[in-house]
């Protein structure tokens, strides 16, 4: 009986140390996931995808950049195929008398036509083609109490036309063969290319920016590595001089200057944190970064140009590409159209 309970009790111990280890152990993972969690490793790529998803300004560019060449489209809506259609009925009716014998006291008059119009341009030109059928009806002589004997035979049925018209015409004098119509054109198309390109330049300018602060943070972060260094070896120094001078070797004057020198690095790295510091909260502010986010220290920035820089295809290609040099130059051409 006492054997089964010492296994019994053993058995409990063991089950109770199992448990505080796997509780242990799921602790440690549940806050090495959170840490990771938290901490946020930017790279050039993740820094532009924040800035386009979190700046305000660029949600509203969006709007402007759909509707950039709304003047431009309505323009040229002038300028489509257009489907018209048109109907007209009247009836008329009047009291029996002489006037009226023989038109009748009731006419109808019904029209209704279609066509396609378009003005052209190139040249300005109008012209509209359009066909339909008209139809007359009169009750003269058809009602037999006021018809006499022998002129009910004048009574026709409903009379049907068919007809085929097209109109064309042309400006002389105000927009002479399209002239003002191109030019108005041209300057709606100028102006949207000028909308488009100065939302393109906005956008340009917010991830430059915030790859900016980026780079700055990053730099920021490595000065303050290298101070470190410098004072953790400038330290080692001091110490190696102060045991130096304990032997005879050095004068106490080199272990002052050595202090003064680890004085002046400590101030140095003091500085650097603060700069990195204010250059960190810059970037979040920039970035939406949510406040208890911990930016990783590793970047994948490269420390030696991958290809010298050739600064005359650099400004053949900035002066082909750069918005702003391209908007200043449409609208050069937009005030010289008359």
């Known amino acids: 009986m006492e054997n089964k309970f010492k296994n019994w009790k053993q058995r409990i111990l063991k089950f109770q140390r199992l448990s505080l280890f796997l509780l242990g152990n799921l602790i440690l993972l549940s806050s090495t996931l959170f840490a990771e969690s938290s901490t946020l490793k930017l790279t050039t790529e993740e820094t532009v995808k924040r800035a386009l998803e979190s700046n305000y300004n660029l949600q509203n560019l969006r709007y402007e950049l759909a509707k950039s060449d709304t003047n431009f489209l309505k323009n040229d809506s002038k300028y489509s195929w257009r489907l018209v259609a048109d109907g007209r009925s009247s009836q008329s009716i009047l009291p029996f008398n002489q006037a009226n014998f023989f038109t009748g006291t009731k006419i109808s008059d019904d029209t209704i036509k279609g066509g396609i119009e378009k ?29 006499p004997a022998g002129f009910s035979s004048l009574g026709i049925p409903p009379l049907y036309t068919g007809f085929v018209r ?27 290319e ?5 939302v393109s330049q906005q956008i340009s300018s917010v991830i430059v920016e915030s790859l900016v602060d980026f780079w700055d943070y990053s730099i920021k972060t490595q000065a303050v590595k290298t101070y ?15 045991r130096k001078q ?10 002052n ?3 003064a020198l680890l004085a002046q690095a400590q101030n140095q790295l003091e500085t650097a944190q603060v700069q990195k510091e204010e250059s960190k909260r810059k970037l979040i502010r920039s970035l939406k970064i949510p406040d208890d986010t911990t930016l990783s220290e590793e ?5 030696e140009l991958t290809e010298k820089p050739e600064y005359t295809k650099d400004l053949e290609y900035a002066y082909k590409h ?13 005030r010289k159209q008359p």
């Open 166 to 192: 097209a109109t064309i015409s042309q400006d002389l004098l105000k927009n002479s063969f399209g002239y003002k119509g191109r030019n108005e054109v041209k300057i709606l198309e100028s102006q949207a």
């Open 119 to 147: 003005v052209l341009q190139t040249t300005g030109t109008y012209f509209k083609i359009e066909a339909g059928s008209r139809r007359f009806d009169s009750n003269a002589f058809e009602n037999p109490s006021t018809t």
């Open 194 to 198: 000028i909308v488009k390109n100065q």
């Open 246 to 255: 304990s032997l005879g070797l050095s004068e106490s004057f080199e272990v």
């Open 299 to 303: 970047t994948n920035l490269l420390e």
């Open 228 to 242: 470190k260094q410098l004072v953790e070896n400038t330290r080692n120094i001091r110490n190696l001089t102060a």
């Open 322 to 334: 750069r918005a702003d040099f391209l908007n200043a130059l449409k609208q050069k051409k937009s």
């Open 257 to 259: 200057q050595w202090n």
